[in-house]
């Protein structure tokens, strides 16, 4: 085992054990001042609710990311937690399914026709109507950026249940883009009387849970909705807490203080099973873990480093000592076993084939063995963040092999990755996770990631025949074409090396078995839901 893997688990297993006594120690504190509305905790044998009629049937989920606003336009966290809705959704198999919208046809990919489900009400009361996901999808537009790039409205209309949405080009994508989160609906009576900082902070939408506590960046308290359209929810009330720290995830689960917590650690799997109580699931997702380059940094706008550092990722390693098999090693930004990912060869590690292009790119070792151009050695930044504990790792794997090709890496770890890229420049690398596929196309991540303007574009990636191709894959329908010319794009995202790829990650979700009809999906969209229930 190398030096940096057998450093990095022994200092995950001293903070283990530090994190456990302070876990210990929390457990002696009143559970009732820890879980809303008095409710009994997961470990206590009488807060098994679900049996009798009597008693708050309650659950407590531990996120891996914290949110600081519930703005349903700026954060997806209030349509995992159940508070809001969207037209469309993703079933288990990444088909489009109607949800808000019981039917739509479009005739030219530009003037589409809605059919707004019947019987539906907002959480303060107010029918749902096209009037309202109208005024819904305005506000959202207004407010999201990306989602106005995405959607392309160029006009609505309304007459009772009908919603007719006109864009400014043929966007065969629109279903898929209206899967987005951003375009849940509202109410935005309710933010009228409320205000937008009031309703930023508990939304009115039309899910099975509304909000009746937030505490920015801790917890989401909800509780059930009655007037749910598709039934009053199973459970009263869900504490949906959040922490970036996996350890402390894991902890939470096997302490009893939660009952589902998201991505905790691969190495954490092992000890979670052992407990009776407790299981994992773990599931192929739709996500990649790769390194975003800056194209605006000296070194890394050379194309030849940035292959050289693709051929330093050891994709290996990472899925297997990293991640310990919960993950596949990565040739593209779109898993393989997609219809639209590619079927190459994944990249090897090949420290003498980076060493070579990076001469070729004009760098020479020095005595010490490290590479300099020009009088400047080749010193770059990486910077990493814990929410997925998995990523510092792979930045400290990845520091200790280009070392050995003579780069030097430093490394800096933030706490919120997408503040840090929106303030900063000042960076070569990132890790970096994405949903690549989370609409069952490649378009999502091809527009998003790799056009220029696009919402998770953090490194202002500009390369006019992506951008061309991709121009191409939005004004196209038909699903093989969309494939073979998503096929086209990759190929150019292999020769230009905008990101390395590295993994393919499972996603690994820790359960207390009190938790029943509930399993996490691949799109990672739907988290709490009127189903789940407790045992």
Same mark, same amino acid.
């Given at each position: 085992?190398?030096?940096?893997?057998?450093?990095?688990?022994?200092?995950?297993?001293?903070?283990?054990?530090?994190?456990?006594?302070?876990?210990?120690?929390?457990?002696?504190?009143?559970?009732?001042?820890?879980?809303?509305?008095?409710?009994?905790?997961? $470990?206590?044998?009488?807060?098994?609710?679900?049996?009798?009629?009597?008693?708050?049937?309650?659950?407590?989920?531990?996120?891996?990311?914290?949110?600081? $606003?519930?703005?349903?336009?700026?954060?997806?966290?209030?349509?995992?937690?159940?508070?809001?809705?969207?037209?469309?959704?993703?079933?288990?198999?990444?088909?489009?399914?109607?949800?808000?919208?019981?039917?739509?046809?479009?005739?030219?990919?530009?003037?589409?026709?809605?059919?707004?489900?019947?019987?539906?009400?907002?959480?303060?009361?107010?029918?749902?109507?096209?009037?309202?996901?109208?005024?819904?999808?305005?506000?959202?537009?207004?407010?999201?950026?990306?989602?106005?790039?995405?959607?392309?409205?160029?006009?609505?209309?309304?007459?009772?249940?009908?919603?007719?949405?006109?864009?400014?080009?043929?966007?065969?994508?629109?279903?898929?883009?209206?899967?987005?989160?951003?375009?849940?609906?509202?109410?935005?009576?309710?933010?009228?009387?409320?205000?937008?900082?009031?309703?930023?902070?508990?939304?009115?939408?039309?899910?099975?849970?509304?909000?009746?506590?937030?505490?920015?960046?801790?917890?989401?308290?909800?509780?059930?909705?009655?007037?749910?359209?598709?039934?009053?929810?199973?459970?009263?009330?869900?504490?949906?807490?959040?922490?970036?720290?996996?350890?402390?995830?894991?902890?939470?689960?096997?302490?009893?203080?939660?009952?589902?917590?998201?991505?905790?650690?691969?190495? $954490?799997?092992?000890?979670?099973?052992?407990?009776?109580?407790?299981?994992?699931?773990?599931?192929?997702?739709?996500?990649?873990?790769?390194?975003?380059?800056?194209? $605006?940094?000296?070194?890394?706008?050379?194309?030849?480093?940035?292959?050289?550092?693709?051929?330093?990722?050891?994709?290996?390693?990472?899925?297997?000592?990293?991640?310990?098999?919960?993950?596949?090693?990565?040739?593209?930004?779109?898993?393989?076993?997609?219809?639209?990912?590619?079927?190459?060869?994944?990249?090897?590690?090949?420290?003498?084939?980076?060493?070579?292009?990076?001469?070729?790119?004009?760098?020479?070792?020095?005595?010490?063995?490290?590479?300099?151009?020009?009088?400047?050695?080749?010193?770059?930044?990486?910077?990493?963040?814990?929410?997925?504990?998995?990523?510092?790792?792979?930045?400290?794997?990845?520091?200790?092999?280009?070392?050995?090709?003579?780069?030097?890496?430093?490394?800096?770890?933030?706490?919120?990755?997408?503040?840090?890229?929106?303030?900063?420049?000042?960076?070569?690398?990132?890790?970096?996770?994405?949903?690549?596929?989370?609409?069952?196309?490649?378009?999502?991540?091809?527009?998003?990631?790799?056009?220029?303007?696009?919402?998770?574009?953090?490194?202002?990636?500009?390369?006019?025949?992506?951008?061309?191709?991709?121009?191409?894959?939005?004004?196209?329908?038909?699903?093989?074409?969309?494939?073979?010319?998503?096929?086209?794009?990759?190929?150019?995202?292999?020769?230009?090396?905008?990101?390395?790829?590295?993994?393919?990650?499972?996603?690994?979700?820790?359960?207390?078995?009190?938790?029943?009809?509930?399993?996490?999906?691949?799109?990672?969209?739907?988290?709490?839901?009127?189903?789940?229930?407790?045992?």
């Amino acid at each position: 085992m190398s030096t940096w893997m057998f450093n990095s688990k022994r200092t995950l297993v001293l903070l283990y054990a530090c994190l456990l006594v302070v876990v210990i120690a929390l457990a002696g504190c009143s559970q009732k001042e820890q879980l809303p509305g008095n409710a009994q905790p997961a $470990s206590d044998s009488g807060g098994k609710a679900g049996n009798a009629s009597d008693k708050v049937k309650q659950a407590t989920l531990i996120y891996h990311f914290k949110s600081s $606003s519930l703005d349903p336009a700026n954060d997806y966290i209030v349509l995992k937690a159940g508070v809001v809705e969207t037209l469309v959704r993703l079933d288990e198999k990444l088909e489009v399914q109607p949800w808000l919208a019981t039917k739509w046809e479009t005739k030219d990919n530009k003037t589409w026709k809605f059919t707004i489900r019947d019987g539906v009400s907002f959480q303060d009361g107010l029918k749902l109507d096209a009037t309202a996901v109208k005024a819904s999808l305005e506000r959202s537009i207004a407010a999201s950026k990306s989602l106005k790039g995405a959607l392309k409205i160029a006009s609505m209309a309304a007459a009772g249940q009908e919603l007719t949405l006109v864009t400014s080009e043929p966007h065969p994508a629109l279903l898929s883009e209206l899967i987005n989160p951003y375009s849940a609906n509202i109410s935005v009576e309710a933010e009228k009387k409320m205000g937008t900082q009031a309703f930023n902070a508990a939304p009115v939408g039309t899910g099975p849970f509304k909000v009746k506590k937030f505490t920015p960046n801790v917890e989401i308290l909800l509780e059930r909705y009655d007037g749910y359209w598709d039934g009053a929810a199973k459970l009263n009330e869900v504490a949906f807490k959040f922490n970036e720290d996996g350890n402390v995830r894991a902890l939470a689960l096997q302490s009893k203080e939660a009952d589902i917590a998201t991505q905790i650690p691969a190495e $954490s799997v092992a000890s979670v099973q052992k407990d009776s109580a407790l299981t994992v699931e773990t599931i192929a997702g739709l996500r990649v873990h790769f390194l975003l380059f800056n194209p $605006s940094r000296e070194a890394v706008k050379d194309v030849k480093v940035r292959k050289a550092l693709d051929m330093l990722l050891n994709r290996e390693s990472i899925a297997k000592d990293i991640m310990l098999g919960n993950a596949t090693p990565a040739n593209g930004p779109f898993n393989t076993r997609l219809p639209f990912g590619s079927q190459d060869p994944v990249q090897k590690l090949d420290i003498e084939g980076a060493k070579k292009l990076l001469e070729e790119a004009g760098y020479t070792a020095g005595a010490n063995g490290k590479l300099a151009k020009d009088g400047k050695p080749l010193t770059l930044e990486i910077v990493t963040y814990k929410a997925r504990p998995e990523l510092p790792l792979i930045a400290q794997l990845l520091q200790s092999d280009a070392a050995k090709a003579g780069v030097t890496i430093n490394f800096q770890t933030v706490e919120n990755i997408d503040t840090f890229l929106r303030e900063n420049k000042n960076w070569d690398m990132v890790t970096y996770s994405n949903l690549s596929a989370p609409r069952g196309d490649g378009g999502y991540f091809l527009n998003s990631a790799l056009m220029p303007g696009g919402s998770l574009n953090a490194g202002n990636i500009s390369i006019e025949k992506l951008t061309a191709v991709i121009t191409r894959l939005n004004a196209t329908s038909d699903v093989q074409q969309r494939n073979e010319i998503t096929q086209e794009a990759l190929a150019i995202i292999k020769e230009e090396v905008p990101h390395a790829y590295a993994v393919y990650p499972n996603v690994i979700v820790g359960l207390n078995k009190r938790i029943t009809d509930w399993k996490p999906g691949a799109e990672e969209y739907y988290i709490v839901t009127h189903k789940m229930d407790v045992k």
